[in-house]
């Protein structure tokens, strides 16, 4: 067998193993502000693309651009509608404008502000922001949110988001520890990119993995080419993580 022929069934075989095992990695592409890129994000394989309604981003998008930009939107690919301390009245209007299917809470919200909506919701934890330096704290902080239908880990920056900023990885260690039944699914987030993201998808097994900045060539226009190559790196990354626990 050539060396090609013996590539192209090493891929295979894991590509049907990790089918059986359930071990995909989903993908959110964030920070969506033109057609063409919720396009791309779709016809590379993004589970998720993200809309951010915090006005002083770069990614701002108004409700009834977000609604513009859902529109076309296939089955099974979810919408998320991004707030950081929003005014009620702000979130209830994306909602009755645009429709999408999740909430992201991006800042100091509350448990029961995030419930408030009776929408399912991500919340956002800045990592390495005071009360949730260390491992510990960091438990604390996420299972104040456990009607949460995920738990996102970001850099702890002022711009409270989208800065291609990673952090320390190992402050998670305790959240990986949790029994099912305590825990949330994880989303990693935070400077991730294509060239970065295999070591802590091996090593963490996120839920999602969930990008803006890595996949840019400037704030708020994506690169097809750049959505590509991080979709391929994560599927590369899940093949590279079954192979590792197959021995
Ligand atoms: O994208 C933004 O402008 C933004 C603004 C405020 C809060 C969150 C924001 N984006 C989210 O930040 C993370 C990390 O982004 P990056 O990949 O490091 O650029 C991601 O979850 C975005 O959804």
């Known amino acids: 067998m050539s060396v090609w022929n013996f590539l192209r069934l090493d891929l295979l075989l894991s590509d049907q193993a990790l089918k059986g095992q359930k071990m995909r990695t989903r993908i959110k592409i964030c920070g969506m502000t033109r057609i063409e890129d919720v396009d791309s994000a779709v016809n590379a394989g993004a589970d998720a693309v993200g809309f951010v309604f915090h006005p002083s981003s770069k990614r701002f998008v108004t409700a009834q651009q977000g609604a513009d930009l859902v529109r076309q939107l296939p089955a099974f690919v979810s919408s998320v509608a991004l707030f950081v301390h929003p005014e009620p009245s702000t979130v209830h209007e994306v909602l009755n404008v645009m429709r999408p299917t999740l ?30 330096d260390t491992p510990q704290s960091l438990v604390t902080a996420c299972q104040r949110f456990r009607s949460a239908c995920a738990w996102l ?95």
């Open 103 to 132: 909430l992201q809470f991006h800042g100091e919200e509350t448990p029961e502000f995030c419930e408030s909506f009776d929408m399912p919701y991500i919340k956002a934890f800045r990592v390495g922001a005071p009360g949730m």
């Open 153 to 247: 880990f970001d850099s702890y920056t002022p711009a409270y988001g989208g800065s291609g900023h990673s952090f320390d990885h190992g402050l998670l260690i305790g959240l990986t520890a949790l029994a099912p039944s305590e825990s949330r699914p994880l989303i990693l987030s935070g400077g991730m990119k294509a060239s970065n993201l295999e070591d802590p998808v091996r090593r963490l097994r996120p839920w999602a993995v969930d990008v803006s900045s890595g996949v840019e060539i400037e704030p708020g226009i994506k690169s097809a080419a750049l959505i590509d190559a991080f979709v391929s790196a994560v599927e590369k990354a899940d093949r590279s993580a079954l192979l590792t626990s197959q021995g």
